[in-house]
């Protein structure tokens, strides 16, 4: 997708993207054979369920249907919410990262594994898990240390098991 195309994509779907309270995160055009795929990725502080997911979709397509900002060629509109695993790369998302386990890759080099527990303006509170039954420490990362983060999964948490319990 051109520049151009990406920008112009973006000028037109994003006010209608936040009049339904959500962020515009990612727009991308892919070829899968003959046609195309337009796909969406929106987010909020609150999450995106089902509902407005489709309630976008449908005054996206709307939209695009008004326009040819996709051309004359026949395309699909796929429009969801960032991965599981996503990159951190807006201040935003290190906000709605808080109480996630994240992977850093550090300016110095090497990388860390730790748990954001709050962002601010200049950087992120972190929790660095202990390892081999020694306590978990604190840590202030700056987002200038920050060369790259990423989300991490998790299946057991132990917090979410004492919360579950009480």
Same mark, same amino acid.
């Given at each position: 997708?051109?520049?151009?195309?990406?920008?112009?994509?973006?000028?037109?779907?994003?006010?209608?993207?936040?009049?339904?309270?959500?962020?515009?995160?990612?727009?991308?055009?892919?070829?899968?054979?003959?046609?195309? =795929?337009?796909?969406?990725? =929106?987010?909020?502080?609150?999450?995106? &369920?089902? &509902?407005?997911?489709?309630?976008?979709?449908?005054?996206?397509?709307?939209?695009?249907?008004?326009? &040819?900002?996709?051309?004359?060629?026949?395309?699909?509109?796929?429009?969801?919410?960032?991965?599981?695993?996503?990159?951190?790369?807006?201040?935003?998302?290190?906000?709605?990262?808080?109480?996630?386990?994240?992977?850093?890759?550090?300016?110095?080099?090497?990388?860390? =594994?730790?748990?954001?527990?709050?962002?601010?303006?200049?950087?992120?509170?972190?929790?660095?898990?202990?390892?081999?039954?020694?306590?978990?420490?604190?840590?202030?990362?700056?987002?200038?240390?920050?060369?790259?983060?990423? =989300?991490?999964?998790?299946?057991?948490?132990?917090?979410?098991?004492?919360?579950?319990?009480?």
């Amino acid at each position: 997708m051109s520049t151009t195309q990406s920008e112009r994509l973006r000028e037109l779907l994003e006010p209608l993207v936040s009049s339904q309270g959500l962020d515009l995160e990612e727009i991308a055009v892919d070829a899968v054979g003959r046609k195309r =795929v337009l796909r969406v990725v =929106v987010d909020s502080d609150t999450g995106a &369920d089902l &509902d407005r997911i489709a309630d976008v979709s449908r005054a996206l397509s709307a939209k695009l249907d008004e326009t &040819d900002a996709m051309g004359s060629a026949e395309y699909t509109l796929e429009v969801g919410t960032p991965g599981a695993e996503r990159p951190l790369t807006e201040h935003r998302h290190y906000v709605r990262a808080t109480g996630r386990l994240v992977r850093f890759q550090l300016a110095e080099g090497g990388e860390l =594994v730790a748990r954001i527990l709050e962002a601010d303006d200049e950087g992120l509170d972190l929790e660095v898990p202990g390892v081999k039954g020694r306590k978990a420490t604190t840590r202030r990362l700056a987002f200038d240390d920050i060369t790259r983060a990423r =989300v991490q999964v998790e299946f057991n948490r132990k917090d979410n098991e004492k919360e579950e319990e009480a």
